[in-house]
């Protein structure tokens, strides 16, 4: 990774879950107390990705649209979740003062340019689907540009790889490959089909440590992913860097702590991991490593 991002924010089940990069100027998710936490270094969201519209993901938009809204921001959300179009509405009559905010609908892997060589790609979860018709739930991959030599150009002098470019473009010369920065799981089940791999930063939900506290088995609730199989999951994906947070409140921190450093060494996950525990607020999520 070229330069660790400065990733802050907070994620408890039920209650409040955003994280912001500040370098970036992107957002993701809004619970409650997001601009509370943040303050003026909120003002640098260009771009607000929301994943769903349960109240514990965006119960802080109307502070955060209020306070920082305007021409210079989006908000994106699942293309199909009729609660997002009722919400600018309500917000262009709340705030009718705070003018120009965009709000867009994403479809399933539907890309974003965020600038800086960068671009969000949106895609569907597992956290609605099945469960309520339309697109309703998504997670975002922010993926890196950069360009390579082309392997059939290693060793050719600089002089000559200039006028290659020169005569013939950049193509010519270089590929575009595509690096993911980060991964932002938001409220799903775990996916296991590679959408992760090889992410620098994975933020992934873990509402549950104990399988019998979750209701995988029942059609009818949305999906949450239970710590277990995250960390398989992850065994398989390497991430650069492992975030876990959307934890359930009727655990505490040592038992979290145990239950994550226990299956870490099982499944020989040994990247760091960062935890963002119930009820706190970090202002550098990476820094901190079980
Ligand atoms: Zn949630």
Same mark, same amino acid.
């Given at each position: 990774?070229?330069?660790?991002?400065?990733? /802050? *924010?907070?994620?408890?089940? !039920?209650? #409040?879950?955003? @994280?912001? %990069? =500040?370098?970036?100027?992107?957002?993701?998710?809004?619970?409650?107390?997001?601009?509370?936490?943040?303050?003026?270094?909120?003002?640098?969201?260009?771009?607000?990705?929301?994943?769903?519209?349960?109240?514990?993901?965006?119960?802080?938009?109307?502070?955060?649209?209020?306070?920082?809204?305007?021409?210079?921001?989006?908000?994106?959300?699942?293309?199909?979740?009729?609660?997002?179009?009722?919400?600018?509405?309500?917000?262009?009559?709340?705030?009718?003062?705070?003018?120009?905010?965009?709000?867009?609908?994403?479809?399933?892997?539907?890309?974003?340019?965020?600038?800086?060589?960068?671009?969000?790609?949106?895609?569907?979860?597992?956290?609605? /689907? *099945?469960?309520?018709?339309? !697109?309703? #739930?998504?997670? @975002?991959? %922010? =993926?890196?540009?950069?360009?390579?030599?082309?392997?059939?150009?290693?060793?050719?002098?600089?002089?000559?790889?200039?006028?290659?470019?020169?005569?013939?473009?950049?193509?010519?010369?270089?590929?575009?490959?595509?690096?993911?920065?980060?991964?932002?799981?938001?409220?799903?089940?775990?996916?296991?089909?590679?959408?992760?791999?090889?992410?620098?930063?994975?933020?992934?939900?873990?509402?549950?440590?104990?399988?019998?506290?979750?209701?995988?088995?029942?059609?009818?609730?949305?999906?949450?992913?239970?710590?277990?199989?995250?960390?398989?999951?992850?065994?398989?994906?390497?991430?650069?860097?492992?975030?876990?947070?959307?934890?359930?409140? /009727?655990?505490?921190?040592?038992?979290?702590?145990?239950?994550?450093?226990?299956?870490?060494?099982?499944?020989?996950?040994?990247?760091?991991?960062?935890?963002?525990?119930?009820?706190?607020?970090?202002?550098?999520?990476?820094?901190?490593?079980?």
């Amino acid at each position: 990774m070229s330069g660790r991002p400065t990733l /802050r *924010g907070a994620s408890t089940a !039920l209650f #409040s879950t955003w @994280y912001m %990069v =500040e370098q970036w100027g992107v957002m993701f998710d809004c619970g409650d107390g997001a601009s509370a936490a943040l303050m003026h270094k909120a003002r640098k969201v260009r771009h607000l990705f929301l994943s769903h519209a349960d109240r514990d993901h965006v119960a802080g938009l109307l502070a955060y649209q209020q306070l920082y809204g305007g021409p210079g921001l989006t908000i994106h959300y699942p293309k199909d979740s009729g609660s997002f179009p009722a919400l600018a509405d309500f917000c262009r009559r709340f705030d009718p003062w705070i003018e120009g905010t965009r709000w867009r609908g994403l479809d399933d892997g539907e890309r974003v340019d965020i600038g800086r060589g960068l671009s969000v790609v949106a895609r569907e979860n597992s956290h609605i /689907r *099945g469960v309520r018709p339309g !697109l309703k #739930s998504l997670s @975002y991959f %922010v =993926e890196r540009s950069v360009r390579k030599l082309r392997p059939a150009l290693r060793g050719m002098p600089g002089a000559e790889i200039a006028a290659l470019r020169a005569a013939r473009g950049e193509d010519a010369v270089t590929v575009e490959r595509r690096g993911l920065a980060l991964a932002y799981s938001a409220d799903t089940g775990v996916l296991t089909d590679g959408r992760y791999d090889g992410a620098d930063v994975l933020i992934h939900e873990a509402t549950f440590i104990d399988r019998d506290d979750s209701s995988e088995g029942d059609p009818a609730r949305f999906r949450h992913s239970v710590l277990e199989d995250v960390l398989a999951m992850a065994a398989a994906a390497r991430p650069g860097h492992l975030v876990l947070g959307h934890f359930s409140g /009727r655990y505490d921190a040592a038992r979290i702590e145990g239950a994550v450093r226990e299956g870490c060494a099982r499944h020989g996950l040994e990247g760091p991991v960062s935890l963002v525990l119930p009820g706190t607020v970090s202002h550098d999520i990476l820094a901190r490593t079980l």
